[in-house]
């Protein structure tokens, strides 16, 4: 049974780093284009990043993140990161990481990240 599991959230203040990790198994990882997902409290899940299979294509990101995170790969390690730079309060969320493939797909439990002002 295929899985991802998202670690690395926590609470930091604004204007300090994050490094969300995202560790796949039991499915071909290298085949799947990796989105991170985040969902705030009262609001709809929103689409952050995303990244192509062999992490060659371009890249994606929300207008409210782009040159703050950094989203990579390393499909020798089965593993997606999400590197967030000048964190906001605005960016508190829990983050959902998603491997994608057609009609394949598989979500994370989601990792909390708190900015404090």
């Known amino acids: 049974q295929g899985q991802v599991v998202e670690s690395g959230g926590g609470l930091v203040h604004a204007g300090e780093a994050l490094t969300l990790s995202c560790a796949a198994s039991?499915?071909?990882?290298?085949?799947?284009?990796i989105q991170w997902h985040r969902q705030a409290p009262g609001k709809e899940r929103e689409l952050v990043a995303g990244i192509s299979s062999n992490g060659n294509g371009n890249l994606l990101y929300a207008d409210s993140v782009k040159g703050r995170f950094t989203i990579s790969r390393d499909n020798t390690k089965n593993t997606a990161f999400l590197q967030m730079n000048s964190l906001k309060p605005e960016d508190t969320a829990v983050y959902y990481c998603r491997a994608i493939m057609g009609r394949s797909s598989y979500w994370g439990q989601g990792t909390q990240v708190t900015v404090s002002a």
């Open positions: 039991g499915f071909g990882f290298s085949h799947y284009a």
